[in-house]
């Protein structure tokens, strides 16, 4: 629930503040170069270089008749204005403090920032602009806050904040793992930009300057460069010296340091009186300076970055309101009414969008059906199908819209017993993958009302569609329902190279069929071992993923396992060669060979070894180790010949190979990393990488064994080696 209300007022603020938000950071953008093109002026003191104040006026006062003021900028920049008989020696300028000479004029503003700055401050429209610009302000401050909470929400408490956040290529992933680290300066900005707002409407309290009065004790009177308090005060410490007008004693020189103004007898240079600027004031100065970036590179560095960061947050925003509108939930029946309900646990939208798109096929093949979410589970009076449909977060956690559901389960008593079907969306990436949907699973079980078929649950790996849109034809035909179901998601189109098919060799033993498929394109160097092939045979939808190698050549290398019914592996086995095939490259870049990892084992089963037999021809002063589990020494002969010339060459330091159909000691890779345990312990501890590629079944068996070696070896968990990707898998 609060998650909720969380959530919306993250959205209703950026909503309602689009527009000026938009405006005021473009603008934002552009004037964090001021303070460093102001700065980039050479008008400064020598750094580590100071002057007093005493020395300064000796300077000026040797040079010219009359000293009006002193100013030191934020840049320390020394503006003095000075009176002299000599015509061309007075005026207000900068000067060179050591020598009291005029170093330049003061150039004016430059009417691009002074543009700009009218422009960001109340877009033109006077006070109502500003009026507007620091409510805009305030309303980011609030969509930074509410934007934090999410995030932390999503990684799991404060404490895992800056904990690793798996990369999953989504908009969502950009806009969390940016503003991980931007919302901090930007929760500045709108806060010191709030503050300057409220003090410009005197929206602050006024509390008043704190003032001291000192007694005087008659002194004799000095020249005023001889003051102690001058001879005291550097020129670091002091915004601003002016001096009297006239000689009558109750006009006195008044000195503003960064935190007071001090009022100076102007014969004897006894301190006639203290003002204490009030904290208001001390903050407006700080706002001041932390909004505008002024006097230091650095921060307006910082500024800019953030501005520009706030126009992508709101180009993400934007893009992930769309994705979860498009999934927005809307009913033709009532739950009441419906004999199908489907419930879905979705973050992002996207399991919603399966609920949608079934629900919608449901309605049109005449079916009461009623779509809603895990977190409303209640009683419904006709239901015959419950559908469940559910992504996973976290460490197995349910996503926000289904935290509520398994206790619901448990307490709302059923009136009409139903069938139930549960379907998870997870990722492999995820050490608990579909963890949540396998939980309601579990729990579906035991009650007595429900009834859960054997099949279930189906997990699905990166929102599969074919495989759910497969799954609902069957559940559909089995319940005599003439469903029809979209063949294909609408995305966006990738483009498709072409490839030639320049050899091929078949191994068949008693057990199976694979063969190995050499290719070549035009686009050779933009494919990378690791990165997969998408092929869709003629009259198909469903896209097969081929994890690519090359040959030593350059050549692309497929091994593919001929399934008897397997529609793409029969397709890519009956090219000929020369014949041309069209194939979409898809970057897979968490699955390179690492270039800074001391040591590299690389755990393959099966057809798992293709992307390997690029990686070992690729140039690495690392040690790399190859495990690979096949069936026959005949299979084996496939690869033998490169990987042969490998180990001669000196780019693969060991090959280890077990045959499950052989007369063999190792029968299946997971066989090899037992015995070699040591060896994987002393690279997991030395921050060597372990890169797994093959069956989710031998990564999983792979995964208990590593599991055991880190404990028995006591060091860090599976997870951390996980999270640090020293473990690396591509499995299907
Ligand atoms: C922060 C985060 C955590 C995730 N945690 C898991 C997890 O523990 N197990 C899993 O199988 N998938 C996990 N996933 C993958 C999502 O469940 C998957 O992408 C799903 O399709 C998202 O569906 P939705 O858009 O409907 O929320 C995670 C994704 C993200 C962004």
């Known amino acids: 629930m609060l998650n909720k209300l969380w959530r919306y007022s993250h959205l209703g603020l950026t909503v309602s503040s689009f527009l000026f938000l938009l405006l005021a950071t473009i603008t934002g953008s552009f004037l964090a170069f001021e303070p460093i093109y102001d700065k980039l002026q050479p008008y400064h003191i020598n750094e580590g270089e100071d002057v007093t104040l005493s020395e300064l006026i000796t300077n000026l006062h040797n040079q010219y008749d009359e000293i009006l003021t002193i100013q030191v900028d934020k840049n320390y920049f020394i503006k003095a204005s000075v009176f002299s008989m000599d015509e061309a020696g007075g005026g207000e300028f900068y000067i060179n403090p050591f020598n009291g000479n005029k170093i330049a004029d003061i150039p004016p503003k430059?009417?691009?920032?002074?543009?700009?700055?009218?422009?960001?401050?109340?877009?033109?429209?006077?006070?109502?602009?500003?009026?507007?610009?620091?409510?805009?302000?305030?309303?980011?401050?609030?969509?930074?806050?509410?934007?934090?909470?999410?995030?932390?929400k999503r990684q799991g408490g404060l404490l895992k904040f800056?904990?690793?956040?798996?990369?999953?290529?989504?908009?969502?992933?950009?806009?969390?793992?940016?503003?991980?680290f931007l919302l901090i300066p930007i929760i500045v900005i709108a806060l010191s930009g709030t503050y300057l707002s409220m003090d410009r409407f005197s929206l602050l309290p006024t509390v008043k300057e704190i003032a001291h009065q000192h007694t005087l004790a008659t002194k004799d009177a000095l020249p005023f460069f001889e003051f102690p308090i001058f001879k005291n005060t550097s020129l670091k410490d002091i915004q601003k010296l002016e001096f009297p007008f006239s000689t009558d004693e109750e006009d006195f020189f008044v000195l503003n340091l960064h935190d007071k103004e001090i009022k100076i007898?102007?014969?004897?240079?006894?301190?006639?009186e203290t003002i204490n600027y009030p904290i208001t004031k001390m903050i407006a100065i700080l706002s001041f300076d932390l909004h505008?970036?002024?006097?230091?590179?650095?921060?307006?560095?910082?500024?800019?970055?953030?501005?520009?960061?706030?126009?992508?947050?709101?180009?993400?925003?934007?893009?992930?309101?769309?994705?979860?509108?498009?999934?927005?939930?809307?009913?033709?029946?009532?739950?009441?009414?419906?004999?199908?309900?489907?419930?879905?646990?979705?973050?992002?939208?996207?399991t919603k969008r399966l609920g949608k798109i079934l629900q919608q096929s449901l309605v049109k093949a005449g079916k009461k059906v009623f779509l809603d979410t895990l977190n409303n589970y209640r009683q419904y009076e006709n239901i015959d199908q419950l559908l469940i449909i559910t992504s996973t977060y976290g460490q197995g956690e349910p996503p926000s819209n289904a935290g509520l559901f398994l206790n619901k389960l448990q307490s709302i008593k059923i009136i009409k017993p139903f069938s139930c079907h549960v379907i998870g969306l997870g990722s492999y990436s995820y050490p608990l993958f579909c963890e949540f949907a396998k939980k309601i699973y579990s729990k579906a079980l035991l009650h007595n009302d429900i009834n859960v078929p054997s099949s279930n649950p189906l997990l699905i790996h990166n929102q599969n569609y074919q495989q759910f849109r497969k799954?609902?034809?069957?559940?559909?035909?089995?319940?005599?329902?003439?469903?029809?179901?979209?063949?294909?998601?609408?995305?966006?189109?990738?483009?498709?190279?072409?490839?030639?098919?320049?050899?091929k060799q078949n191994v068949i033993d008693p057990y199976d069929e694979t063969f190995r498929l050499t290719l070549t394109t035009k686009k050779l160097k933009k494919v990378i071992p690791g990165d997969l092939i998408g092929f869709t045979p003629f009259d198909e939808t469903q896209e097969r993923l081929y994890s690519v190698g090359k040959c030593s050549n350059g050549d692309l290398l497929l091994s593919v396992k001929?399934?008897?019914?397997?529609?793409?592996?029969?397709?890519?086995?009956?090219?000929?060669?020369?014949?041309?095939?069209?194939?979409?490259?898809?970057?897979?870049?968490?699955?390179?060979?690492?270039?800074k990892s001391p040591q590299i084992v690389l755990i393959a089963n099966g057809t798992g070894i293709a992307p390997f037999l690029g990686m070992i021809h690729q140039k690495s002063q690392t040690p790399i180790?190859?495990?690979?589990?096949?069936?026959?020494?005949?299979?084996?002969?496939?690869?033998?010949?490169?990987?042969?010339?490998s180990l001669q060459k000196n780019r693969l330091y060991q090959y280890h190979v077990a045959y499950s159909k052989?007369?063999?000691?190792?029968?299946?890779?997971?066989?090899?990393?037992?015995?070699?345990?040591?060896?994987?312990?002393?690279?997991?501890?030395?921050?060597?990488?372990?890169?797994?590629?093959?069956?989710?079944?031998?990564?999983?068996?792979?995964?208990?064994?590593?599991?055991?070696?880190?404990?028995?070896?006591?060091?860090?968990?599976?997870?951390?080696?996980?999270?640090?990707?020293?473990?690396?898998?591509?499995?299907?």
């Not at 904990?163 to 969390?176: A, F, P, T």
């Not at 927005?328 to 009441?336: D, L, P, Q, V």
């Not at 319940?479 to 189109?493: D, G, Q, R, V």
Request: proline residues 2%.
């Open 110 to 152: 430059k009417p691009f920032f002074e543009f700009l700055t009218n422009f960001h401050r109340s877009l033109f429209l006077k006070t109502p602009g500003r009026v507007f610009v620091g409510i805009t302000c305030f309303f980011l401050f609030l969509i930074a806050i509410t934007g934090l909470g999410l995030a932390i």
């Open 162 to 180: 800056y904990s690793k956040i798996i990369n999953d290529k989504s908009i969502q992933y950009n806009h969390v793992a940016l503003g991980r």
């Open 265 to 272: 007898h102007q014969k004897t240079g006894e301190v006639v």
């Open 292 to 350: 505008t970036g002024v006097g230091s590179i650095f921060w307006s560095v910082v500024l800019f970055i953030s501005s520009l960061s706030i126009l992508y947050f709101l180009y993400s925003g934007s893009i992930i309101t769309f994705q979860r509108l498009r999934s927005s939930i809307s009913n033709t029946f009532k739950f009441n009414q419906a004999t199908i309900i489907i419930l879905v646990g979705s973050e992002n939208g996207n």
């Open 471 to 503: 799954w609902a034809l069957d559940w559909a035909s089995s319940l005599k329902i003439n469903l029809e179901l979209p063949m294909e998601l609408a995305t966006k189109k990738e483009k498709e190279t072409s490839f030639k098919v320049i050899a």
């Open 562 to 595: 001929r399934h008897p019914s397997g529609v793409c592996s029969n397709f890519l086995n009956e090219l000929k060669i020369d014949q041309e095939v069209k194939g979409k490259i898809k970057k897979n870049e968490d699955f390179y060979l690492p270039t």
């Open 625 to 645: 180790r190859l495990y690979w589990g096949t069936r026959t020494k005949k299979s084996e002969e496939l690869y033998k010949h490169q990987i042969d010339k």
């Open 662 to 732: 052989e007369d063999s000691p190792y029968n299946y890779v997971q066989d090899l990393i037992l015995r070699d345990e040591k060896t994987m312990a002393t690279l997991l501890s030395s921050g060597g990488t372990i890169m797994i590629c093959g069956s989710i079944i031998m990564r999983d068996s792979i995964y208990t064994l590593l599991e055991k070696i880190c404990k028995k070896y006591s060091l860090q968990s599976l997870e951390f080696y996980l999270g640090k990707k020293q473990i690396v898998t591509d499995c299907y």
